[in-house]
């Protein structure tokens, strides 16, 4: 099969519903792991292989700015937002009010102090940039009050997710009447730390990556193909892509794989500022 995809001239151009399947999966959705979900399902249902998606870190995104919205007398709203779009929020219960003029002179400082950093340059700095601020007791006051919970919600963006395709798709592969075959696919489903590792070593990589059968480096993906894509949002990077037998249409599954990768970048480039999970 190597031989086969190294001589690969043309690829299989997608049809336009198949197209249309991957485009609409995304075109009315916001969430970032809402649209990785529907985008595996899309990428399943045209290849019937198993669609995998793996959410961008976070932490690897550029500050665009903090926002402190008042939501009661002692609950705020604090919603970081890339420069991608993407925005990650909490609510915040504090013990005493804060007037909303309080709020947006803190949130005006802290904004300066991020500006343009990555998440994970802020998270690393973040008590060394708070030790040189010198403002009045109170605004301090109100800084370090809130530390707590910016800290909190940068450890919230730590974590990748993987989202799949539904599993009867892909099974109606005849390779699957082996049982050993079908034990393997499942405990990848079952067990996504294995699928996490996998796709999460492949976003140093450019273009589409094909591993075939004993190519795959880990023991238990030897008897499957594997064609990835990595995706950008803004400065983060994701991966998606397929799993399957060795016995698939190459041709097809690169440009589906490829395809969907440009779709979801495309929606970003396009989008208002987003929620990511969590919050």
């Known amino acids: 099969y190597r031989r086969y995809v190294d001589s690969l001239s043309h690829l299989e151009e997608l049809s336009t519903q198949e197209k249309q399947s991957i485009g609409a999966s995304v075109a009315h959705v916001r969430d970032v792991d809402e649209v990785l979900s529907v985008t595996s399902q899309a990428l399943g249902r045209v290849t019937h292989q198993l669609g995998l998606a793996l959410s961008p870190r976070f932490v690897d995104g550029r500050f665009e700015k903090l926002d402190f919205i008042s939501l009661s007398d002692r609950k705020v709203l604090l919603a970081l ?79 990748t997710h993987l989202h799949t395709s539904v599993m009867p798709v892909a099974l109606h592969q005849p390779e699957f009447l082996d049982r050993s075959m079908l034990s393997a696919i499942m405990e990848f489903v079952g067990d996504s730390k294995m699928l996490i590792h996998l796709l999460d070593r492949r976003k140093g990589e450019n273009g589409i990556r094909v591993t075939i059968g004993g190519e795959n480096e880990d023991g238990q993906f030897k008897s499957f193909s594997i064609v990835t894509s990595n995706y950008h949002i803004g400065s983060m990077v994701g991966t998606l892509g397929v799993i399957g037998p060795t016995r698939m249409p190459y041709p097809k599954l690169i440009s589906a794989v490829d395809y969907t990768a440009r779709i979801i970048e495309d929606s970003y480039r396009n989008k208002k500022p987003v929620n990511g999970s969590g919050g």
């Open 81 to 159: 937002a890339l420069q991608s779009g993407i925005v990650r929020s909490m609510v915040v219960e504090m013990e005493s009010d804060l007037s909303p003029g309080k709020l947006a002179t803190v949130c005006a400082i802290l904004n300066e102090r991020f500006a343009g950093l990555k998440v994970a340059e802020i998270q690393a700095s973040l008590s060394e940039r708070m030790s040189g601020m010198y403002f009045d007791e109170k605004t301090m006051g109100v800084i370090r009050l809130f530390i707590p919970s910016i800290e909190q919600l940068f450890e919230n963006t730590l974590q």
